[in-house]
């Protein structure tokens, strides 16, 4: 989260509207520990990462909605689930992400 805060300011300063992701739990091999995080701008801006790149784009695409609609929602990738593999996920575990509007 720290290696964010800045670009964080840069865009709060630009009045942007975020979503925030952040991974709250792993089960078995991930990618990318508890407490990592990724923000995703309201043009489609990203800054950190939630899987070392392999499910980006699908965060991408949540934080998006959830900018629009301003509700929060918990995400899961996982290696057994079609959609996971298909972008990426193959660690062979299963990764939870909270997704939330960021509240200046």
Known sequence: ??????????WRAEGRSVALARVVNVEGSGPRDP???MAV????DVI???SGGC???????EALEIIETGERRMVSFGYSDDEA???GLTCGGTI?????????
């Open 41 to 44: 701008s309201d043009n489609g």
């Open 48 to 50: 950190g990462s939630v």
């Open 35 to 37: 407490g990592a995080a």
């Open 1 to 10: 989260m720290k290696e964010i805060l800045s670009d964080l300011d840069a």
């Open 96 to 104: 939870h992400l909270f997704i939330e509007p960021l509240d200046w």
């Open 55 to 61: 499910v980006e784009g699908a965060v991408v695409v």
């Open 85 to 87: 593999f298909a972008v």
